[in-house]
């Protein structure tokens, strides 16, 4: 495994480009492979969907097939998917990042540098002008895949766009992006698209099972599951981090509304007074689909009785900008939060 500080990479996992095994997504696999198949594929791909379900892994998986089967009228009738052996030179080369004729485009911090940049610059984009400026290092195709196109800035978005505009002869380009519809028209109206869906739950336990690096038993892979909202990298960061346990006493007090146990709220905020993200972000998702839930379930109850719960959600996104934005102490805000919804519980009855 390569080490190395970038965005794409989760700390204790093998990077996209270190994976054989793709999880899910058969029929955009066929898809692409069908499309490869054809006599004019097209030069570049837009593969969106959610972070950590798999795009990055399926982008490499397709740009490992084809430089390592550079001549597409040469395919076996056979082959029905893009594996490629871990042990051909192609994919030895991509694992060490060293191909000559695949280019990632991504926020990694420079050499002996310990910050990552916050989105990728016009400089990064004067790489991909030398690659696609130079012949192919092995006679054939050059590939450039960005991850992801969400954190281009102006002025790479149209140094992108100007490359999709006049590709040069045997590029494909393979972009991915979070979030799709907040690229530029431009830049979408010359990809293809391929729309990736959340993972079942099923397939995030068949993908936890498939990490050396994630040792859990089988009931709490499930349990990791549930939380994961379809994403293998949301389900690796729970399982690694030992987020399970907080998620569930989470739920727990959630639960015991609208009356509180002091003492449990207290270890809750000291849990998130460490100041790690993953567990805030895991904490409001787990207040928000209580809310959710909560809705949902009195729906015939009348828009009077559900006003509250409207209320405390607005009350809490306020407080949880304000304490990302300005560094506050996080204990209060759980006693914050746990106090707002108690009252809109008791409100309601």
Not at 128 to 153: H, K, M, P, Q
Not at 310 to 331: P, Y
Request: aromatic letters at 6%; proline letters at 5%; a neutral charge.
């Amino acid at each position: 495994m390569i080490e190395e500080n970038a965005a794409d990479r989760l700390d204790g996992a093998p990077h996209p480009r270190e994976r054989s095994l793709l999880i899910g997504h058969r029929q955009a696999e066929l898809g692409l492979l069908e499309a490869y198949r054809g006599t004019r594929m097209h030069h570049a791909w837009l593969i969106g969907g959610p972070q950590g379900i798999g795009k990055a892994t399926l982008a490499y998986r397709f740009a490992r097939f084809i430089l390592a089967n550079p001549d597409a009228r040469m395919l076996p009738s056979g082959v029905d998917d893009l594996a490629v052996s871990p042990e051909h030179p192609v994919a030895r080369r991509i694992v060490s990042g060293a191909h000559p004729d695949l280019l990632a485009l991504r926020r990694i911090a420079e050499a002996g540098k310990d910050k990552i940049p916050q989105d990728i610059s016009i400089n990064a984009m004067r790489d991909i002008i030398r690659f696609f400026g130079s012949t192919a290092g092995e006679g054939g195709w050059r590939i450039c895949l960005v991850d992801a196109a969400d954190e281009l800035n102006r002025s790479s978005a149209n140094a992108l766009l100007k490359l999709l505009e006049e590709p040069p002869p045997r590029s494909l380009f393979l972009i991915l992006a979070h979030m799709p519809g907040r690229l530029l028209p431009t830049i979408r109206s010359r990809c293809r698209t391929l729309t990736l869906a959340p993972l079942s739950e099923d397939e995030i336990v068949e993908g936890l099972g498939s990490f050396d690096e994630v040792k859990i038993p089988l009931d709490e892979a499930r349990d990791v599951a549930r939380r994961a909202e379809g994403s293998l990298r949301r389900a690796l960061e729970i399982a690694e981090g030992g987020q399970a346990s907080f998620a569930a006493a989470v739920e727990a007090e959630l639960q015991r509304l609208p009356t509180t146990d002091a003492q449990a709220l207290h270890g809750l905020g000291d849990k998130l007074a460490r100041r790690d993200d993953a567990l805030f972000d895991l904490f409001l998702r787990a207040v928000t689909d209580h809310i959710h839930a909560t809705v949902k379930a009195g729906l015939g109850d009348g828009a009077r009785r559900l006003a509250p719960l409207s209320e405390v959600w607005e009350k809490i996104d306020i407080a949880a900008a304000q304490v990302r934005t300005f560094n506050l102490e996080r204990k209060p805000f759980v006693f914050q939060v746990f106090g707002w919804l108690a009252e809109a519980g008791r409100r309601r009855t």
